[in-house]
C-alpha cells in the first residue's frame, strides 16, 4: 500500500533547536510534542491571517506589507519596535541582506521590493 | 484643550457603558459595583485608541484614507463569532443604506449621494455592544 504524502511541515529538529534556544531549561517530550502541534496551528492560523491581508489590499501575491500588518496585529511590531529592528534582531546576516534595503554604488537600492510566495 | 475633550470623552463612554451594564442589571439579575462599571469603561476607552490604531493600519494598507466596513470585519477577525455577528449588521447596513439611496432617488433628482454618517458610528456602537 502507498504512504500518503505528508503535509509539508517545519522540521522537528528545528522546532526543538528554536523552541531550546528561547526556553533555556529542559523539556519532556510530551511539552514538545505539545509545542509541534501549536506550530502546525500557528502556521495555518498565519496563512489565513495572510490571505485576508492580501485580499484586503487587493492582491494575489503576499508582500512584505502584508506580513508588517499581522506583525503588528500580533503586537510584534509597534511604534518602538520597527520590523527592521526585529529582522537585525533574529535573522542570520544572510537574511538580513536580503530583507533590509542597502543603496549601493550608483544610487541604486537593492532589493527593490520584497515579496513572499507561498 | 486636549486634556479637555478626554475627560469629556471618557465621561461620555462611561454613561453609555453605565446605561449598557444597566440592561445587563435588569436582564440577568446581577448588579455592578460602582468600580466595576469604572473599569469596565477604561478598558473600552483603551479598546478605542487600539481599535483606532489598527483601522487606520488596515485603511492605510488598502491605500485608503477612509476607514470602511471592510476594515471593521477584518478587526473582527480573531474571534469567530464576534466577525459573523459583524458581518451580518454590516449587511444589514447595507442594504439599508441601499433602501435609503432609493428612497432618495424616487424623491428629488437634486440631492447628490451624501455620505450617510451612521455607518461608522452604528459600526462602533455595536463592537461597544459586544463588550458588555
Redesign the interface.
Known sequence: SQKEPREPQVPRSLIKEIFRHFAKMPMTRDAFKIVEKCSERYFQQLSN?LE??TH???RKTVEA??LE?LM??QGLVTDKMPLNVLIERYLPLEYRKLLIPVAVSGNKVIPRKIMFFF | GRGRCVTRLKAAVHYTVGCLCEEVEEDKDVQFSKQSIAAISDITFRQCEIFAKDLEMFARHAKRTTVTTEDVKLLARRSNSLLKYITQKSEELASNNMEQKEKKKKKSSTAKGERTPGEQEAAGVQSLHLLK
Open positions: 491571517d485576508a491581508y484586503h489590499a487587493g506589507a502584508d500588518v503588528r496585529r
